[in-house]
């Protein structure tokens, strides 16, 4: 278990997606223990070098976490994780079967690709003028 000044795991999530918010401030109610920390990616001042080097536009495309031991978990692993952390773990259970873990991912990937228009946000390449990193 990580020391009490480290959570156990810190979620990267996009403040100005509706839905991702939501799922942020349940999992706030249910972290009786404040084993979660968050940290909002679309926030002016994120610093991908204080969140293992991910950056905006990484973090934009999936949702990353970082455990208390500095691993980084993506996709499906993140609300594995945090569900576990809460004491819901069951929930995500079967997304560690072959079958069903393979369709969830592969749901995930479609949710994560889409998720911009579906929230009515702008698209990734518009939210990253002037914040991302030029390639």
């Known amino acids: 278990m990580a020391s009490p ?15 991702c ?3 942020v401030r349940f999992l706030q109610r249910r972290d009786r223990r404040g084993r979660l920390a968050f940290v909002d990616i679309d926030a002016s ?3 991908s070098e204080a969140h293992s ?6 973090a934009m495309g999936r ?13 499906v692993a993140v609300f594995r994780e945090a569900y576990r952390l809460i004491g819901l773990g069951w929930l995500y259970t079967p997304t560690r079967w072959p079958l069903i873990g393979g369709v969830v991912d592969w749901v995930y990937g479609i949710w994560a690709a889409r ?5 009515g946000r702008a698209d990734l390449e518009t939210l990253c003028q002037g914040r991302c990193e030029m390639h």
């Open 63 to 75: 949702i990353h976490a970082i455990t208390g031991s500095g691993e980084v978990l993506r996709d």
């Open 115 to 119: 998720r911009l228009q579906i929230t």
């Open 5 to 19: 000044s480290v959570p156990d795991l810190t979620l990267l999530f996009d403040g100005g997606c509706p839905l």
């Open 53 to 58: 080097g991910i950056s905006y536009r990484v």
């Open 45 to 47: 001042d994120y610093d």
């Open 21 to 23: 918010v939501r799922e």
